[in-house]
């Protein structure tokens, strides 16, 4: 029976420790989601990195076998694949959107002749309303909202935004350098 390398086995615990941790966690902090500083210089899945032509961040999603940085220096793949981070601006598109939707309802509650703005009817309206829009706010927070955005939190070392799966961009090695 062949031995197990150290590093192997290293690797085997941790993951079970990070799967007994996780089932235990009732509150997470931002911070705990990134790794900052960086351990290495090299890229990595899941790295952050800043456009050097735009203030923006992108999210690299290349498999880490495609990252594996050859001897002449350059990674295995030739190109490095980009996912957008969006800012925080997504939030208050959202609610722009809920409220064009509210006021539409609300005209057609105030035309009715039955109803006015003092009425019980009115008054849940505005109330399920508020509630449609917490809870599409709290979606996007929760990563529920669509399938192609992922919130990133914000901490003291990175502005945080939405991860955006709609917005793929690849750039050739020498396009990319480190974020933060």
Known sequence: M???PRKALLRHTLNHLLQILD??????????????????????????VKRRDENAFTFVLNPACDLVVRNNGTFKTD???????????????????????????????????????ESECYKNTLTRQEEALDRSVSGLLRNTHDLYHHWLPKTNFFQGGFLNFRKLNTLSQRGVRRGF
Request: aromatic share 2%; net charge negative; with cysteine.
């Open 2 to 4: 062949p031995s197990v």
């Open 23 to 48: 089932d235990e966690v009732d509150n997470c902090f931002p911070e705990e989601l990134y790794i900052h500083p960086p351990l290495a210089e090299g890229l990595k899945t899941g790295s952050i």
């Open 79 to 117: 190109r490095i694949l980009l996912a957008k981070v969006d800012d925080d601006s997504l939030i208050g598109e959202l609610r722009g959107i809920q409220n064009s939707k509210n006021k539409s309802e609300r005209k057609k509650i105030e035309k009715c002749e039955h109803h006015n703005p």
